[in-house]
């Protein structure tokens, strides 16, 4: 017994962790991702045929990104060399850069992968720009977040873009099944563990690999050995889970995604979708307050005068969730979500804001009329401020046909209200207005 334990030792504590021994290293270990490597895809193709060029991974952590460009380095005929935007800067990137053109001079081929290429700023990205237009690197760059706005566009367009699903669970029990019988992995050792509990792990993995290869191994060295062998249970896996991180970023692509999700499940009356992404939110550790003030402009934006009190509902949920705080404020949050989801909707007030904004952005900025001009001086009263002001609270039913757009833009419509809701009565009553001044 002592032996086996001895040797379960030796797989956990004295060599590297169980993600990196086991890291697939040909196309037959690779788990996922068959829709750019797959037997006659164009991504397995390019790098069977060794004919790689400058290409973008871009993917959620734990999704193959480093693996395939490891595997590119084990089929492809050229110099590979691994780059961390995480601990380099200029200086390096211009030693790698300097021989990068040697090898070229000599015929030979060099292949540059970046890890994190987002991490990067302008000017560091700028530094590969002519080598790649040379030729004197191929670049492979992986990244978490999206390209379109964290690599430069120049570089961008040089580039392929391959896009790394998260794995499912089915890939993810394959990965930690083929860890436990790899021989880098715990092949050979009395490891016993029932099928539903590496689904649990896989659940929870979030579909990142890495993740799910990490708590296998932390629920392997927690378990403790009994007559010779390992037997994980169900309870080990959920200690070693405690709480579930969701995949949420607060500052990356998955935070705008999220948001999005949850405007556009309101705006399309989805009560439940809402709540959900709006719990994926708060339990993945954001903001409540940010949620809130998100809700406040959606009230406006997208419910308006169709539901005068989504505006009320949503300022009183942020003040309630500041008062209050997490986890309490979920609730008051959850109001506020199922309320706008159930509003009648009108964009009415948006789009009159975004038309008048185009307007005075794009036309000539013409002065104010004068008859809308106070008129405190003398000069200013000689110069016409105020003539021709006609007061609405003179006039019958509170209307006059004063004209208070400026001369080039005096036939414009922005706000067109809706028939939605309450916004009905508002469409009514500037019909009636527009009839009204129409005969003065």
């Not at 579909?207 to 037997?231: F, H, Q, V």
């Not at 500052?251 to 499940?265: F, M, P, R, T, V």
Request: glycine share 6%; aromatic share 8%; charged share 25%.
């Amino acid at each position: 017994m002592d032996y086996v334990q001895n040797s379960i030792f030796d797989k956990m504590l004295h060599k590297a962790p169980l993600a990196d021994r086991v890291r697939p290293r040909t196309f037959q270990e690779y788990v996922g991702q068959e829709h750019i490597i797959g037997n006659g895809k164009v991504l397995r193709n390019i790098i069977q045929s060794d004919n790689v060029s400058s290409m973008i991974l871009w993917g959620p952590p734990g999704v193959g990104k480093t693996t395939l460009a490891m595997i590119i380095a084990e089929i492809t005929c050229a110099n590979f060399i691994t780059f961390s935007a995480a601990t380099s800067g200029i200086k390096e990137i211009k030693e790698v850069m300097t021989k990068a053109t040697e090898n070229r001079q000599q015929g030979i081929r060099t292949i540059l992968f970046i890890d994190e290429i987002h991490r990067f700023n302008k000017s560091q990205q700028d530094a590969f720009l002519p080598h790649v237009e040379k030729g004197n690197i191929v670049l492979i760059g992986a990244t978490t977040e999206n390209p379109s706005f964290e690599v430069n566009s120049a570089l961008l367009s040089r580039s392929r873009v391959f896009v790394l699903n998260p794995l499912d669970i089915n890939d993810i029990i394959k990965v930690l099944k083929n860890a436990l019988l790899d021989q880098r992995g715990y092949a050979g050792l009395p490891i016993f563990v029932e099928s539903s509990l590496l689904e649990i792990i896989a659940v929870f993995s979030n579909g990142d690999a890495r993740t799910a290869l990490n708590l296998l191994e932390l629920a392997i060295s927690s378990t403790p050995m009994e007559s010779g062998k390992l037997n994980l249970t169900k309870k080990i896996i959920e200690e070693c889970l405690n709480k579930k991180t969701l995949l949420y970023d607060k500052k990356g692509d998955e935070h705008y995604n999220i948001i999005s999700a949850l405007h556009k499940s309101m705006r399309n009356s989805d009560p439940n979708a809402s709540v959900y992404w709006l719990a994926r939110m708060l339990e993945g550790g954001e903001d409540p307050l940010y949620v809130a003030r998100r809700l406040i402009r959606f009230a406006s934006e997208d419910v308006g005068l169709a539901d005068p009190n989504a505006l009320q509902i949503t300022v009183s949920a942020y003040e309630a969730s500041h008062y209050i705080g997490m986890p309490e404020c979920t609730v008051n949050l959850t109001q506020a979500v199922v309320y706008l989801a159930m509003a009648p909707k009108s964009n009415a007030l948006y789009t009159a804001y975004e038309s008048a904004k185009e307007d005075a952005l794009n036309t000539i900025a013409e002065g104010v009329p004068l008859q809308l001009r106070n008129a405190p001086t003398k000069l200013m009263d000689s110069l016409g401020y105020g003539k021709d002001y006609k007061y609405a609270h003179s006039a019958d039913e509170k209307l006059t046909n004063m004209q208070c757009l400026p001369d080039n833009l005096k036939h414009r419509q922005y706000y067109k209200p809706t028939q939605e809701g309450l916004e009905k009565k508002v469409y009514e009553k500037l019909e009636y207005i527009n009839a009204v001044k129409a005969k003065l």
